[in-house]
């Protein structure tokens, strides 16, 4: 099966800062490739799918980008609704399987 | 809008059954364009895949927990449901169904999750 390393698993950051997190897969996965945020005591919210897609009603400042082995959610100005933890997530098309990262948590520097 | 909503026991008692529904609103579980899945979060960490179906029966399970698990539709009642045999203190964790998108394999929306406790 593919394993998916996130980092960093914690980041500090102020306001304004751009904040990039990445995540590897030890095998293609082509883009299917999905980022999410949360926030303590909420479900997860699509940020970005197939990579780079923005979902609709996300801000502009979060952007996806890479193909294959390796991908990196970017956002470009940190906002303080940005604090949060962050997890990508993974489809095996071969094996039909999702594997979550391990989450990044962007915590107030 | 999409909305889904889990139910079920907030307490199991370790070697019990868990089982859970998944309740879909204004979507039709019979879809060619979406899977139905469940996701959990044991407290204070990150999230783990556990099941997906399709409004067929197909399904797909996570190989960890493959030999414990079943995921079925009831297309009458447009819900979906969860059964985790034999569950233990580890099986502890907030469970979360959501709506997969097909076309790219992602989670669209989700449902607000239930705490499921295992203890005696």
Redesign the interface.
């Given at each position: 099966?593919i394993q998916m390393t996130q980092s960093p698993s914690t980041l500090s950051a102020s306001v304004g800062d751009r904040v990039t997190i990445t995540c590897r897969a030890n095998q293609s996965i082509s883009?299917?490739l999905?980022w999410?945020q949360?926030k303590p005591g909420?479900?997860?919210?699509?940020l970005i799918?197939?990579a780079s897609?923005l979902?609709s009603g996300v801000p502009a400042r979060f952007s996806g980008s890479g193909s294959g082995t390796g991908f990196t959610l970017t956002i470009s100005s940190l906002q303080p609704d940005d604090f949060a933890t962050y997890?990508c997530?993974l489809?095996d098309?071969y094996?039909?399987?999702?594997?979550?990262?391990?989450?990044t948590k962007v915590e107030m520097k | 809008q999409v909305q889904l909503q889990e139910s079920g026991p907030g307490l199991v008692k370790p070697s019990e059954t868990l089982s859970l529904t998944c309740s879909v609103s204004g979507d039709s579980i019979i879809s060619t364009t979406y899977y139905w899945g469940w996701i959990r979060q044991p407290p204070g960490m990150g999230l783990e895949w556990i099941a997906t179906v399709f409004y067929s029966g197909s399904s797909y399970y996570n190989p960890s927990l493959k030999s414990r698990l079943s995921i079925s539709v009831d297309t009458s009642r447009n819900q979906f449901s969860l059964r985790l045999t034999s569950v233990t203190a580890a099986d502890t964790a907030v469970y979360f169904c959501g709506r997969v998108d097909r076309r790219a394999y992602y989670f669209d929306h989700w449902g607000q999750g239930i705490l499921v406790t295992v203890s005696s």
């Open positions: 099966d883009s299917w999905a999410y949360q909420k479900a997860p919210k699509l799918y197939k897609t979902e997890y997530q489809y098309i094996f039909g399987t999702w594997t979550f990262g391990r989450g | -």
